[in-house]
């Protein structure tokens, strides 16, 4: 027997994976799940090339494919409530949840900023994709990727916001929880990332929140034993991803309070609808 989804939560991870020396291809798993009795495919996506990774206008679009596509198969994913459709975004992932909610980049704006704050790392890792090379290109990353579909946004600890336009946030159409790693970071400090975007928002449908002692990674998967040590000597500097802030709780007792966050933000925001 299906069970219907009271909404859809789609969740974008992570900033995105530049193809050099890293294999790249689909990883998947199944998540087993037998109160629903139906099981879940978990799919990531690792770009083929540089130039597919840089193309982050393409990110909200695949978005709007999957809600497409689970929308259309009630019988294969349980039917949506099309009022409930929620994104949830980690780091670049963020990025694309605002995109998708209804924000507009500029990156002539970005580009910009970027010579005022060069330390951040939204900055050299835009540049190192440079999205925004050809004239084609910098006008699709400056276009409207709203899908009116989405009802509410969530972003975790995101980078790029710094180039949002002031006029697109002012006027964000749907809901927004930013939830913010607070943990002192030079390349990913709270207060130029997170801060300023939710200083930006509509006060009345926005909600700020920043955790103290996370950093940018703990909202990523908890580790496993010897899983740091292993990352760095395949890739010295990967480690990082293991690491949380200083005197820290547990990852997974930070990721419950996120979790909790979350649910009662999208509780709150589709209160009313059906």
């Known amino acids: 027997m299906k069970i219907a989804f009271g909404a ?18 689909f990883q998947s798993s199944t998540l087993a799940d037998a109160q629903n ?13 540089t130039t597919a990774a840089a193309q982050l206008w393409q990110r909200p679009v695949d978005l709007s494919r999957v809600i497409d596509r689970v929308t259309a198969q009630p019988g294969k994913f349980g039917a949506v409530a099309h009022e409930r459709i929620a994104v949830v975004g980690h780091s670049l992932g963020g990025w694309t949840a605002l995109e998708i ?30 999205p925004a090379s050809t004239a084609p290109a910098k006008a699709a990353l400056a276009a409207d990727w709203r899908d009116k579909r989405v009802t509410a946004v969530v972003t975790l600890d995101l980078g790029l916001s710094r180039g949002m336009t002031d006029a697109s946030l002012a006027a964000l159409p749907v809901p927004a929880l930013v939830i913010a790693a607070g943990a002192p970071s030079r390349e990913l400090p709270a207060e ?3 801060a300023n975007l ?20 703990t909202f990523l998967s ?14 010295p500097g990967d480690g990082i991803i293991c690491q949380d802030g200083d005197s820290a709780r547990e990852r997974g007792v930070i990721q ?13 925001s589709h ?3 059906p």
């Open 198 to 217: 939710a200083s930006r928002l509509p006060a009345a449908s926005s909600r700020y929140v920043e955790i103290s002692d996370a950093s940018h990674f």
């Open 8 to 25: 859809l939560l789609l969740t974008c991870l992570t900033t995105v994976a530049l193809a050099e020396e890293s294999a790249v291809g």
């Open 101 to 130: 909610g209804g924000a507009r980049f500029d990156p002539d704006r970005f580009a910009q900023d970027c010579k005022a704050h060069p330390q951040l790392a939204s900055c050299s890792v835009y540049a190192q994709m440079n």
């Open 271 to 273: 209160a009313g609808q």
């Open 37 to 49: 009795e139906r099981a879940l495919e978990m799919v990531v996506w690792y770009p083929s090339t």
């Open 192 to 194: 130029l990332e997170s």
């Open 222 to 235: 908890v580790c496993k034993p010897g899983a740091q040590a292993m990352l760095e000597e395949e890739v």
């Open 256 to 268: 419950q309070q996120v979790a909790s966050l979350i649910a009662q933000f999208l509780e709150s």
